[in-house]
């Protein structure tokens, strides 16, 4: 097969544009300036349409941005509150996005989620420039639209987790090599921006960014233009790049005195390197997580079974499963078509680039025994969108070959009978969809095998081929694309949020979490069931801790981790908490920061987080909270989230819930058990 060539952008001639070709090719310019506008457009309104349905989405980072749109040192550190007593457990770079839009356009739903549908929608245009440089602009239309309406990614960038910039900061490294690969006097330029780019994707999820470098690093390796003496030094300014942009960060908060600075929440021993490395980093390859929320070595509750199956069932598949086998089948396509091309064969360079992206991520995320949720799989869309557009592209201009027209007729009907596998798992929702898609499929396979064979005029045969090329657009599209339209009409909270209909691959097994449960209160709205003494049981579980119930929209667990907590904080608690925290450092204290972030965000003032976001974590311990109380720097106690994964995993938070119902008296707030710390 012969290799493809990159499309020619430059300006004609004046001897050019008199040729009557000429108009033709003016037009197809400004059609496709004129289609990508449109892909862009339509991007923005399905990401933005109805986002303040949302609310605070997971409060646990709402709460960390509110106080850095108040607080350059919560700003910077990745405070969970304004007075930073303890850091968010990840890095905070997503923060600063959020957190600068809220001082700017001060804090609020809008501000802290438009430029998380923002990043999507420059994500979707990276991902077109990518793929149209070296094959079509209907390829890049195409790989757009697949990363546009993948349900994790609709889901995500309508959401304030770190994922949506982790996703565009890791295209446009992706773009970044693509450059570098095309040039070869500022090739190192475009090495040392892409490494720089996945150095601030660490400061966003650690090391989950660094997923893509084997990938990254063996394209531009094996298809620079430059000698391999220079590749390899590019390489290595990339890797420097990569460093310092990673590494400042991480110094300064290993350098600054640690009384200086918030306790790193998600660590043991108050360090940034062992949350990189452990909590964030190895841990979740291997299941050993100092302070994790659950799961432990191939926790089946978490994720699923390892194995090559694990991102084709359960939880996984209807978020980004849709088009996986197409995009595994894409990336030998490309390989084949490269040949025996050169080595700087930008079809081979391309299956590198994004395929290596795809396999690399999608192998560790198959067999990681640590944490992992369903939406962690928005990091595989992006690659999944590119290989689509490029092969599908090659295998059309193609098609009058049978063997590449077999391979698009037998890639239709693989997506059609995968889609309809998909959608038959809620046979309940939209049950004409599944039957559609596969009727549609099939026509396409077929009008695909017979189209070179028919005798036709010439308009009709090209009007039969667009009638084609839109029925294999509808099968690949039209199943995410449903699932898409579905989680913009739904809301969306928590901290472990999934998109599509209720019951789509098996989700809600392990636990649901009610949402929307007050501090203090148990499942039924009741002020909580005493488990120990100055402990009640956590929003939406059990006196054991073991989530009940689940919210359409919430994702698995999402009440009980965060997300619409806000809502069942009571005027009366806002109002005592508001002026409660006159001449105090933090307004109260409660256990665990998802107890905290409700009432951070409903009254605007600092909430100590004992323990983290799970409870685990050993800050403060007895002594220093008591030291704090007799400072006068805590005004009250929440009583709540002791049980479940907070205090009753033991540690600093039991010890201090214990301490704080010896001594002080408990009164009822609004529903809430709240004691007043300052009443000796």
Known sequence: MSTLTEPTTAAPSRAERSRPGARVTAYAISRDKALFGGLLVLTAIAYLWGLSKNGYANEFYAAAVQAGSTSWKAWFFGAFDSSSFITVDKPPASLWVMGLSGRIFGFGVWSMLIPQALMGVVSVGFVYVSVRRWFSANAGLLAGAVLALTPVAVLMFRFNNPDALLILLLVMGAWAVTRAIDSEKYAWRWMALAGALVGFGFLTKMLQAFLVLPAFGLAYLVAGKPALGKRLVHSLIALAALIVSAGWWIAIVELIPASAR???GGSSTNSILELTLGYNGLGRLT????????????????????????????????????????????????????????????????????GGWLLVTGLVFSFMQGIIHSYYMIALAPAIGALVGAAAMVLWRRRSEWLARATL??????????????????????????????IVGVVAAGLVLVL???????????????????????????????????TISTTHAGAIPSAGPAGAGGRGGFGGGRMGMPPGRAAN??????????????????????????????GAMGGFLGGGGISGVSSDLV???????????????????????????????PIMSIGGFNGTDPAPSLAEFQQLVAQGKVHYFVGSSGGGFGGGRGGTSS?????????????????TTIYDLSSK
């Open 262 to 264: 918030p306790y790193i």
């Open 525 to 554: 709205g009741a002020p909580g069931t005493t488990t120990a003494p100055g402990t009640t049981t956590a929003p939406g579980t059990t006196g054991q801790g073991a989530p009940t119930g689940r919210t359409q929209g919430g």
């Open 655 to 671: 010890e201090i819930s214990t301490w704080v119902a010896q001594n002080y008296t408990a009164q009822t707030v609004g529903g």
């Open 452 to 486: 070179p064979e028919l005798t036709l005029h010439r308009t009709a045969v090209r009007r039969t081929g667009l009638f084609a090329a839109t029925l294999l657009a509808l099968t690949a599209l039209a199943g995410p694309a449903a699932y898409s339209v579905q």
């Open 287 to 354: 299941g050993n997580e100092t302070g994790s929320v659950g799961g432990g070595v191939g926790n089946p509750g978490w994720g699923g079974a390892t194995g090559l199956q694990r991102l084709f069932g359960g939880e996984f598949a209807s978020q980004i499963a849709w088009l996986l086998p197409a995009a595994l089948l894409a990336t030998a396509v490309l390989i084949v078509a490269a040949g025996k091309g050169g080595r700087t064969n930008r079809t081979r360079a391309f299956a590198i680039l994004w």
């Open 575 to 605: 109002s005592l908490l508001q002026q409660g925290a006159k001449g105090y450092t933090w307004a109260a204290a409660a256990i665990t920061s998802n107890a905290a972030a409700p009432l951070q965000i409903a009254a605007e003032v």
């Open 409 to 438: 007729a037998g890639g239709a009907l693989l997506t059609a009978g995968w889609s309809f596998s998909l959608l038959n798992a809620t046979p309940t929702w939209q049950p004409w969809l599944r039957w559609t898609v596969l």
